[in-house]
């Protein structure tokens, strides 16, 4: 986890904006063990700037849930068998959302022809 830009100026009453940049590991929970809280399981990371000619450090806390981004199918492949171009097939694709946020998700390479995508949740 790391503040970018890494430094700045800031004037006198006035703002400086940065990012947080967070790229988490699949092994963060091994690594990272003791920032996590045990009953919440929320990740708490103290973080320090340093202002250039004031002797104290800015310190804060992030807090961040970790969750998965993954999305699962229930088949690994669609098979619609054989079908002339005079017919009308369908399979039904069940798409589990595995993350505690909510994601949205498309399908790429279809033809703009001859598919319809329905959302049984709405």
Do not use: W
């Amino acid at each position: 986890m790391e503040l970018l830009p890494k430094s700045g100026y800031i004037q006198a009453r006035s703002t400086f904006n940065v990012q947080l940049k967070f790229l988490p590991r699949l092994s963060l929970m091994k690594d990272a063990g003791g920032y996590f809280d045990k009953e919440t399981g929320v990740l708490e990371v103290p973080m320090t700037i340093h202002v250039a000619d004031q002797t104290r450090p800015v310190l804060f806390a992030v807090h961040a849930v970790v969750t998965a981004s993954d999305l699962g199918f229930d088949r690994k492949e669609v098979d619609f068998g054989h079908c002339s171009i005079h017919e009308s097939v369908q399979a039904s694709v069940h798409l589990t959302n595995k993350s505690l946020l909510p994601q949205e998700f498309g399908f790429v390479g279809i033809p703009k022809v001859g598919i319809v995508i329905r959302n049984s949740a709405s």
